[in-house]
């Protein structure tokens, strides 16, 4: 064999470990997105708090220093707003990375060439996407309702813009108190969207490494 063959044969080498390596590697790609969208989770749940806690000191009693409150509770809205982006890219992400990865994990699988081996890693591949395909659900609906939420803080300022007097907060209080409801609803749903981020983060994640030896 020739020098230049023995080179060929060491790239065909080499190029098929780098194949074989891009499944995990997908694979902790896909949790490495859902620890990125677990942060934005944790991001918008405490935005979310910080506006009701400036939404009860806007329209607590007595009603005075009104322009102080009303800034305080712009800049929590203008928090929430971004929080919500986000969110939203981090989902965004997060659906194309595990698009790809389960994409990857088929092609894979059918590569297979023993029978048995070949349904035990398609098994695998079906129960790890029933836990994203649950995750992807959960988040989805919750990116929709945490919308929602932070458009009707964004009202109430619209509204509490052209009329920030005592009167203008009264007639506002029971939009408040709605959007109060709906707040703090949202937060106590994001416990529920973090435990299904973590067990995809799990089902996917090839774990932690060994520290350095000494």
């Not at 203008?78 to 994409?103: C, G």
């Not at 619209?158 to 409801?181: E, F, I, N, W, Y």
């Amino acid at each position: 064999m020739n020098r230049a063959m023995q080179y060929a044969g060491v790239a065909i080498f080499t190029i098929a470990a780098g194949c074989a390596s891009k499944g995990y590697q997908k694979s902790e790609s896909t949790a490495e997105a859902a620890r990125t969208t677990k942060s934005a989770v944790t991001t918008l749940a405490e935005s979310t708090q910080a506006g009701v806690a400036s939404l009860d000191t806007l329209f607590g009693e007595p009603r005075q220093d009104l322009p102080a409150r009303f800034e305080s509770f712009s800049k929590d809205v203008d928090a929430m707003t971004l929080a919500n982006t986000k969110l939203a890219r981090a989902v965004a992400s997060l659906k194309t990375t595990a698009d790809a990865r389960f994409k990857a994990w088929d092609s894979e699988n059918s590569q297979l060439s023993n029978r048995e081996v070949r349904t035990h890693a398609e098994q695998r591949r079906d129960e790890v996407f029933a836990v994203w395909h649950q995750t992807e659900a959960s988040i989805d609906k919750g990116a929709a309702f945490a919308d929602s939420v932070a458009a009707q803080f964004a009202d109430l300022r619209k509204m509490l813009t052209s009329d920030l007097t005592p009167g203008g907060v009264q007639a506002a209080s029971g939009l408040a108190d709605k959007t109060r409801s709906e707040a703090q609803k949202l937060i106590e749903s994001t416990k529920g969207w973090i435990e299904r981020l973590d067990a995809a983060i799990e089902s996917s994640s090839t774990g932690p490494t060994s520290p350095p030896a000494k």
